[in-house]
């Protein structure tokens, strides 16, 4: 720990930080635009001058290592002119069509001409006319004349992505972000590049014209779609649906976690998300017919105690699978009990993982078997999630005349075979701890609150628990 | 003595309004029995369908969207009366129309407007204005009460 | 020509009169309220596009009434709230009857008179009448079984009861200058001249008594001021219940009422149908009988018998409508009184007036 004093007031920060980030730290805010927590710093915008003791001119926070004895000064007459200085210049190109722009209420550059700015217009020259919808990628529009260069985009690919996909081509006034040839962007984790960017030159193509960022709410989970768990914000409308179609799941952000997945999540996480909320059930059907809860439980406590065979999902929190073994592993002494999940996938060294499921980490330390590995046949059963599909063996092994409960957010493709399926709520409707890859635990709340009244698979397993308690 | 107070008073009280009475009496025969045009009409009321009053030029009237050269709505759908709005009268669509943002449909529930200006003021491509002049939208049905903005025949 | 049938025609053109001036009357009360308050009134009213400044309005009125829904509250003594409105609707037409509308007419041989009755005790008859009509307004409050009705009828009944006395006592003075109570005899009487010039008018003969009258009768009218048993901006008064035509029986009765009142003081303060210096056979010096004006500096005019008639009968109308019209100007200009108020001004400062003005004219008559 070192002491440093900013704007006269004394501080003790760790060593090898900026000053930025020593400021940041100590709750000072310094306006930047090319200076990013999980990239190197570059000095390119201007954006976050200050005044050090000592040096001759302003120097950029963003690249000013702290030391022993620093004085900075950020809000300083001479500070607050160059920042004003540094706007003009930025706005110099820029064709202020923040009506348009879906960027707007998020913007570094709204943000800070509100508070720095509020100058007439210096310059007489004519804005430089680029283009102003260029398909980045697949998911990914570049408009030119909004862009200011902080390169942060450039520096994504370099340092993250580490294959140098953009480039700056030209010089000065002419200078623009560009593909070699212009040709598209191919890369799992391109989304972040809309994020990164501060101002709006670089948006979401999904996201595009859809809905202002201002109607917005953000709630904070993680990403169920593979094992390492990514903390991701679900951003939601605050309280009317402006949509048309009542979407609640807007937009995903990547949230922040050094430790997990920086600031940056996999396209998958971003735009496949969505997904889990498609082919929701709500009702409680019984041999193809809906049923209520007190017909439900005379159900349950019929077939719960011949029940042979239980296959647990890896969806399930932790919570959930310590409650279920207790109960059927302990009370009612069920020998054969595995988990399934979706199948496995591809992998990568930056953050995608093999493991497609959040929690399969905490049942294998809970000693319940794969699904693969079972080996007789299954009369009766009960099922959490509806994963068939993805283990085509499973349904070679049911025998005939068996009865089958499975309890899933989601209509089973070949429902005739089910014979009771309950409704629950999904991975957004209910919180749970969770267990990454490398043996993390998580927590998180439900984001969404479900469209009808269904429980939660714990509610469902507790009823299960009282009713054969009571007999 | 009071009371022959108050009697001077009510006394006086009716030869005020027998004045007005009369004089307006006379006016209106003047003017309306005779079709003489005075000055003075003997009513401070003005007969609403038929004579309308004049509206000042900076008074907030029926909406109205305004149209570039070449027909297209200036509203690039920014949302920004949509926030503004307090009473949340303001219902806006926009589509993406040959790479610009366009709207595609806004709806002001008249019936729901305060008449603030607030819209007016807020739009930054100047597409909203309250200048039409039009005060009158009578209707038996709520329906047609909101107006689709960029619908540019009569209603 | 017979008897029943003349005043069968009488009653029945009288009737037709009563009801088209009552019609107007409300015509009248808005028109008049509204040019007092610098409005034009009622003008909406149209047929075939022409709305002539309101002239089909009572039309209108009357069949917005007619075509109300006729609601009778579960809780009301049925056959009194029906019958209530009519009452007071009879009494309060029945005082037209005493009325002399001009002098008796030649048609032929038969000599007409212009009234449909013409009985001794005239005078304390249309009084008797007038207040007959309270009882259709306290039965009305009464039977609509509502605190509120009962409190304006009750509110009615004191008011009517109070100013009644203040009434009949400003009448004393007027019987003691008038020569019978027989009201063509009244008119009469009025149209000759006192020291050759001066009309014998009521209003001129008895000042105070004209005052005590006009005020102590608009209390009897139930109009503002005195419109205490009304009350339409307090929700009491003694048609609460009442809607639709019955509503407007009520609301009719106002009018007639003080149609009444203005043709009453017309004939008792105003001469009746009497115009200054016209007189109808006058026997002359020189023998001769003489129709026309004879104004008091010697100048002679002479007119046709029937002319004279016609003039005098048109006198009277005019005469009507002038106190009507100033009855609506004291309406649409007093505030209402508050009930002690009333009390007190009916009590304290009418009727001692009243008895002060029989002595000051018993003292006068017995000197001259």
Known sequence: ?471 | MKGFLYFFETIKGLLVTGKHLIVNFFFHTINYIFRIKTKRRGSVTTQYPEEKREIPPRYRTKHRMMFNEEGTPRCVGCMLCVTVCPSDCIFVKAEEIEGKKIATEFIIHVNRCAFCGYCVEVCPEDAIRMDSGKLDFVSDSQKNLSLNLLFKGKK | MNYTLLVLIKIIVLFAWLMIFALYATLAERKVSAVIQDRHGANRAKILGISSFGIFQPFADALKMLFKEDYIPPFTDKFMFKFAPVITFFFSALVIIAIPFGEPVKIGKEIIKLQVIDPDIALLLIFALSSMSIYGIILGGWSSNNKYSFLGGMRATSQIVSYEVALILSIIGLIMVYPSLRLSEIVNYQSTLLWGWIPKWGILLQPLAFIIFIIAAIAETKRAPFDLPESESEIIGFFLEYSGIRFGVYMLTDFVETIMLSLIITTLFFGGWNIPYLFSGLKLSNGTIFSGFVFPWGKQLAISINWVSILQIIAFQIKTVIVFVFLLLVRWTFPRLRFDQLMELGWKSLIPLALFNIVVTAIIIAIV
């Open chain 1, 1 to 471: 720990m070192i002491k440093i004093k900013i704007n006269d007031k004394e501080y003790s920060v760790k060593e090898g930080l900026t000053v930025l980030q020593a400021a940041e730290e100590v709750g000072i805010e310094i306006p930047h635009f090319c200076a990013h927590e999980y990239l190197k710093p570059a000095g390119l915008c201007r954006m976050c001058l200050v005044e050090i003791k000592g040096a001759r001119k302003l120097q950029t926070s963003c690249t000013t290592p702290v030391k022993e004895g620093l004085e900075v000064w950020t809000e300083s007459e001479a500070v607050v002119k160059a920042r004003e200085e540094v706007l003009k210049l930025h706005f110099a190109n820029h064709p202020i069509d923040c009506p348009e722009c879906d960027q707007a209420g998020e913007c570094s550059l709204q943000e800070y001409y509100d508070k720095y700015g509020f100058y007439d217009n210096p310059y007489i020259i004519k804005k430089e006319k680029r283009e102003k919808d260029m398909e980045l990628s697949d998911n990914l529009i570049l408009d030119r004349e909004r862009c200011i260069l902080c390169l942060r985009c450039v520096r994504f690919t370099e340092e993250i992505l580490g294959d140098k996909q953009l480039f700056v081509y030209e010089r000065g006034n002419k200078s623009y972000i560009s593909t070699y040839k212009g040709e598209k962007i191919i890369s799992d984790y391109s989304g972040n590049i809309a994020e990164i960017c501060p101002v709006g030159a670089i948006t979401d193509k999904s996201f595009r014209f859809k809905i202002r960022s201002w109607f917005l709410e953000k709630r904070e989970t993680i990403c169920p779609l593979c094992s390492r768990g990514c903390n991701i914000y679900i951003e939601t409308p605050k309280d009317k649906p402006y949509l048309d179609n009542y979407e609640r799941l807007i937009r995903v952000k990547s949230g922040d976690n050094g430790e997990i997945n920086k600031s940056f999540i996999c396209d998958t996480g971003r735009y496949k998300l969505a997904e889990i909320e498609k082919r929701r059930n709500y009702k409680a059907i019984y041999e193809m017919q809906n049923v209520n809860w007190v017909r439900i439980k005379k159900i349950l406590l019929e077939h719960i105690v011949t029940l042979d065979t239980i296959i647990l999902s890896s969806w399930l929190s932790n919570e959930e699978i310590d409650l279920a073994l207790s109960v059927f592993r302990d009370y009612l002494n069920i020998k054969n009990i595995f988990y399934w999940g979706r199948k496995d996938g591809e992998e990568d060294n930056i953050l995608i993982r093999k493991d497609k499921n959040p929690n399969t980490t905490y049942l294998i330390e809970k000693k319940v078997k794969n699904i693969d590995s079972i080996d007789s046949r299954i009369s009766n059963l009960l099922v959490f999630g509806d994963f068939f599909e993805d283990n085509p063996s499973v349904k070679e092994m049911i025998g005939e005349n068996s009865f089958i409960m499975m309890i899933s957010p989601y209509l089973p493709r070949d429902i005739g075979k089910i014979n009771l399926l309950l409704p629950v709520t999904n991975f957004l409707e209910k919180g749970g701890n969770w267990t990454n890859y490398e043996g993390r635990g998580q927590t998180t709340k439900p984001v969404f609150n479900p469209k009808e009244e269904i429980k939660t698979e714990f509610e469902i397993l507790q009823i299960i628990d009282s009713l054969l308690r009571k007999e």
